[in-house]
């Protein structure tokens, strides 16, 4: 269907029908893959005409839809459809794919921030960004300063005043709800300190925002103002658990950019990759409901468990909390990755572990799959006992991505193996 009738729908019905016309593939009601690693072209002419479009912007073939392209590495058909579908879920003018959601970041971080640059982000956050903002950017000569209370304006003015004071602020990065803890961060808030430091030094930042969590249905990141939405695909929109994709939204001129470099970098989606994301798109919303409706039944029968000292689930938030008021006004859903804390240490999770017969044991999450994790043996290994007790996570606790089985099999299963602890 013509794109142009597309607008103003919503974003489950754009994950269905936006970006791809059967017209162009011999009616084909789905697209196919296109497995090529090069493109013809018609005349020498047209190969000149389609290197200007991509590289100047200009030319006869500037800006139109289906100019042709290069060599897929540049770009192909698979990636087109992803990424208008992608930007059009999201509310955004574009978007690009990568081969993984960190390739996604770490093309953010090469392609926007210069040595003597900092960068704020928050804390916790995915070890994958902790560890590219903290020990490997500095390398090409960056900052980093970070903020723990995503939701405290002073607390997070304040941190920006430290990261200014290192060099000129390139990025404001947030995820939220963030890993493993669902903190939250408050949007609106990081946008505000943006614009301020845009009047203020003449250089704004930009926003950054990981939407992996709660995905492009449940959170709007681009509707509030972030300049740059994050999401790693291979979780709840692709939600199969059986491959590895990251998006980014955002306005043109910065997606472009991001793509330009990405033909250096070479970290581009590939075609039946990209094809499969389009095809998880598809059902994302309704996968993404019907975990997070798991997740709350879940999460109810472990507050109410004697053998469980606390569930940090989103959907239990207190009243009167600036981060309650935060999630009412940014959060149309309470997710379905959340943790729980057993009493006891690492022997008593082993044994509760060890017990499950349908839950899965392994890190990841969004999958269709209910997975679960140690955390402090498993995705915060590397971090010190104290940084984790700092960060909430006991030698008890556990994350839990509650995926898509009947909600009575993943509490009975649980229900049997808190037995064993
Ligand atoms: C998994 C994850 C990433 C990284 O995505 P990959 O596709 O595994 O590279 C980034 N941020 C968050 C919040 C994640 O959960």
Same mark, same amino acid.
């Given at each position: 269907m013509a794109a142009d009738s597309l607008k103003g729908l919503r974003p489950e019905t754009l994950a269905v029908a936006y970006g791809y016309d059967p017209a162009e593939a011999l009616g084909a009601v789905k697209p196919p893959v296109y497995l090529t690693s090069t493109f013809i072209y018609p005349s020498a002419q047209h190969a000149k005409d389609v290197h200007e479009a991509f590289f100047d912007g200009t030319g006869p073939l500037a800006g139109k839809k289906g100019e042709g392209h290069i060599y897929s590495r540049l770009g192909h058909p698979g990636l087109d459809i992803l990424e208008s579908r992608l930007a059009a879920i999201d509310g955004a003018e574009a978007a690009a794919a990568f081969s993984s959601g960190m390739a996604a970041h770490s093309s953010i971080a090469l392609t926007f921030v210069k040595p003597g640059d900092s960068v704020l982000h928050g804390r916790p956050i995915y070890g994958g960004v902790d560890m590219l903002y903290g020990s490997v950017m500095p390398g090409f000569g960056t900052h980093v300063e970070t903020y723990t #209370? /995503?939701?405290d304006p002073d607390a997070v003015r304040a941190a920006a005043r430290a990261a200014l004071a290192k060099g000129p602020l390139a990025l404001i990065v947030a995820e939220t709800p963030a890993n493993p803890t669902a903190a939250m961060v408050d949007l609106d808030l990081m946008v505000a300190v943006a614009d301020e430091i845009g009047r203020e030094t003449g250089r704004r930042p930009l926003v950054v925002v #990981?939407?992996? *969590? *709660? /995905?492009?249905f449940a959170q709007r990141p681009i509707e509030q103002g972030v300049d740059l939405c994050m999401t790693s695909l291979t979780k709840y929109c692709a939600g199969h658990s059986d491959l590895l994709a990251g998006g980014v939204s955002g306005k043109l001129e910065l997606i472009h950019q991001l793509r330009t470099l990405r033909t250096t970098w070479g970290n581009h989606l590939d075609p039946f990759t990209a094809w499969l994301v389009v095809r998880s798109l598809e059902s994302a919303a309704v996968r993404i409901e019907r975990a997070m409706s798991n997740a709350r039944l879940v999460a109810e029968f472990l507050r109410d468990h004697p053998k469980v000292a606390g569930v940090t689930y989103l959907g239990f938030l207190k009243e009167g909390t600036p981060a309650r008021a935060v999630y009412d006004r940014q959060c149309k859903g309470a997710g379905s990755t959340f943790s729980f804390h057993l009493h006891g240490g690492e022997a008593e999770s082993f044994r509760m572990l060890d017990a499950l017969r349908l839950l899965k044991l392994a890190v990841s999450l969004g999958g269709s799959e209910t997975l679960i994790c140690h955390s402090a043996t498993t995705t915060h290994y590397a971090v010190p006992r104290e940084g984790r007790l700092a960060g909430g996570?006991? #030698? /008890?606790t556990m994350r839990l991505s509650v995926g898509l089985e009947h909600a009575d099999d993943i509490i009975a299963d649980l229900s049997q193996a808190l037995e064993a602890v």
């Open positions: #209370d /995503g939701c #990981d939407n992996t *969590l *709660l /995905g492009p996570i006991t #030698d /008890g």
